[in-house]
């Protein structure tokens, strides 16, 4: 079973195919995969990125 948005598509996905709810649904639940372009840095990278998920951060040890 699925919760939330997720599950909202899947019951439209089963019962409505073709509904433009369907298609809300989907184009928000994708909306955060295309890459934007950072203001600050110029970067482009996904849309869930944030200043914070730079190669700075990845790349550090985590502090004890």
């Known amino acids: 079973m699925f919760y939330g948005l997720t ?4 019951l439209l996905l089963r019962t409505q195919p073709g509904s433009a709810a369907l298609e809300h649904v989907l184009t928000y639940l994708v909306a955060p995969t295309r890459p934007i372009e950072h203001m ?3 970067c482009r990278a996904g849309g869930w990125a944030t ?3 730079g190669t700075a951060a ?7």
């Open 51 to 53: 200043v914070h998920t």
């Open 7 to 10: 599950g909202l598509g899947a």
């Open 58 to 64: 990845r790349s550090e040890a985590p502090r004890t």
């Open 40 to 42: 600050s840095s110029g």
